[in-house]
């Protein structure tokens, strides 16, 4: 079956504009997660979704990072006026609930690179 | 706070010969523990999980892992790599709420023909 997938996979957007990263789950899962992966922080969670109710949104970086899910599938991530240290793959994952039971499938990431 | 630590950061191999990676963590309580692999372009994708019980857990591809307590370590070993094993591995500690997954940095592996 289909499989997490993410768009665009990659971005290159100037410094100071909004970016929306887009995240399509497996059908079915409930839960959703964001990751961070750069060379300089390694991979790191940003936020997660159970349903479309993110309980706890400290892991984003800024408050220009903001992120909705909606019907329970779809999510999109959306940077605020990029600056260059946004830079980085942003991965999505998916799982069936958020028991460790369940494992993460994760997208293929976008590349954002802010110029 | 949880943390993960993989200490080696690059480790090249022969192929045929064996690999461990090694993965310390730190965390108070018993860990749900993850490795996974990320080849070139790709996703993460899940070798193997620990939760409880048996502490030598078999994963897809010929990998396994062996918790130890003790170390606070779960390395991950292969009898024998192959070529297409060259990827970059990433042990991961479950937190407390909603499943998310704190990672260490990552051991990229090369295979030597």
């Known amino acids: 079956g289909a499989g997490v997938s993410q768009s665009p996979s990659n971005k290159v957007t100037e410094k100071g504009k909004d970016v929306e990263l887009r995240c399509d789950p497996i059908s079915g899962h409930t839960a959703l997660y964001w990751y961070r992966q750069s060379l300089g922080q390694g991979l790191e969670f940003l936020i997660y979704f159970q349903g479309n109710s993110a309980p706890d949104k400290s892991g984003l970086p800024s408050d220009r990072f903001s992120a909705e899910r909606t019907g329970g599938s779809v999510s999109t991530l959306t940077i605020q006026r990029t600056q260059q240290e946004d830079s980085a793959v942003y991965l999505c994952?998916?799982?069936?609930?958020?028991?460790?039971?369940?494992?993460?499938?994760f997208g293929p990431g976008t590349r954002l690179t802010v110029t | 706070a949880q943390s993960v630590t993989q200490p080696d950061i690059h480790i090249t191999v022969s192929e045929g010969a064996s690999l461990e990676l090694r993965c310390n963590y730190s965390y108070g309580a018993t860990p749900y523990l993850f490795w996974y692999v990320q080849s070139p372009g790709q996703g993460l994708q899940l070798l193997l999980k620990y939760f409880s019980g048996d502490t030598l857990v078999q994963g897809i591809k010929g990998f396994e892992a062996e918790f130890k307590r003790s170390q606070s370590s779960f390395n991950l070993r292969k009898p024998s790599v192959h070529w297409s094993d060259a990827a970059e591995y990433f042990c991961?500690?479950?937190?407390?709420?909603?499943?998310?997954?704190?990672f260490g940095g990552g051991t990229r592996l090369m295979v030597k023909p």
């Open positions: 994952a998916s799982s069936f609930g958020l028991a460790a039971a369940y494992e993460q499938y």
């Open positions: 991961a500690v479950e937190q407390n709420a909603g499943n998310m997954l704190t």
